[in-house]
């Protein structure tokens, strides 16, 4: 138990629930929506096989690279809020468009185009 005069734990930044912290619920959100699509995914894999459980697979090492990244993220807008700049990590948000979209063109072609089985 602290006493009265203690400091609490110092911050990572003077911005407390701003910045920081809505960017790693915006990555939290899109981690969430892949691993449902992957979930969701699961239902055609008695119709089509393996080819649905892959994408599945897919979604799923997706939304966990998002995650081991999570935390690289909040140190690195924390410390660019201490700075004074943020850089844009393009890397990751190029990186998870491309994932994301390519993984929703397989999807409609598990809909769509494969035939059933």
Sequence with gaps: MRGPREDPAPRPHEDPGLQP???????????????????????????????????TLLTAATALAITAGQARRYRRSARGIREGRIDADVAGVLGTTVAVALLGALALVVVVALPLR
């Design 21 to 55: 912290e809505r960017t790693t619920l915006a990555w939290n959100r899109t981690m969430l929506a892949l691993v449902i699509a992957g979930v969701l995914l699961l239902r055609w894999v008695p119709r089509h096989g393996w080819f649905p459980l892959g994408l």
